[in-house]
């Protein structure tokens, strides 16, 4: 069974930048279909970005295509996700997901989740 660690959330302004990590143990991130979500207080986690493994193809929600890169490094057995240009809307808790599967009306299923980190943008 995977386990995941998110950490690196925190407080910034809006128009910054914050870099998450998700260090998996119990699995090689290098050939794993891992993601990022969100959910803010309320409401379901949201997919954000994946990377697909071992190709490491990667693919993006709207929202966040051209300001978000995920990424991973093997050494580190970690997934990392970058924000840019951060804004308001980004506030939530970011989790990292293994293994995920999206079904035909769009829902997200993951064998494991980490416990997640804050991300609160400011004005």
């Known amino acids: 069974q995977v386990q995941l660690v998110e950490s690196g959330g925190g407080l910034v302004q809006a128009g910054g930048s914050l870099t998450l990590s998700c260090v998996a143990s119990?699995?090689?991130?290098?050939?794993?279909?891992m993601a990022w979500f969100r959910q803010t207080s309320g409401l379901e986690r949201d997919f954000v970005a994946e990377?697909?493994?071992?190709?490491?193809?990667?693919h993006y929600a709207d929202s966040v295509k051209g300001r978000f890169t995920i990424s991973r490094d093997n050494a580190k057995n970690t997934i990392y996700l970058q924000m840019n240009s951060l804004k308001l809307e980004d506030t939530a808790i970011y989790f990292c997901?293994?293994?995920?599967?999206?079904?035909?009306?769009?829902?997200?299923?993951?064998?494991?989740w980490g416990r997640g980190t804050q991300v609160t943008v400011s004005p």
């Open positions: 997901g293994a293994d995920p599967a999206r079904t035909s009306d769009g829902r997200y299923f993951v064998s494991a």
């Open positions: 119990g699995r090689s991130v290098s050939l794993s279909h």
């Open positions: 990377i697909e493994g071992p190709g490491g193809a990667t």
